[in-house]
């Protein structure tokens, strides 16, 4: 483990660029399952992710972007 100074802290929102490998279905499910268990609990995680899943790729986004748009910034 590395003690770095808080300038070097990176600024804003995640970035996921939808057109790259971090912007596929499964990349965006590990993501909400990695963020959602800590912001929303394990019960509350598995609903958005049965959302998520419920229908195609666009839904998937929007329903992330829904739940987790405050904090990660998507783009295509």
Do not use: H, W
Request: glycine share 10%.
């Amino acid at each position: 483990m590395t003690i770095r100074s808080i300038e070097e802290y990176p600024k804003g929102k995640i970035k996921v660029d939808l057109t790259g490998p971090g912007g596929n279905a499964f990349s965006l499910l590990a993501l909400a399952t990695q963020y959602g268990k800590v912001m929303y609990g394990k019960d509350e995680t598995d609903e958005i992710l049965t959302k998520m899943k419920a229908s195609d790729y666009e839904n998937l986004i929007q329903v992330f972007d829904e739940y987790f748009g405050c904090y990660v910034d998507l783009y295509r």
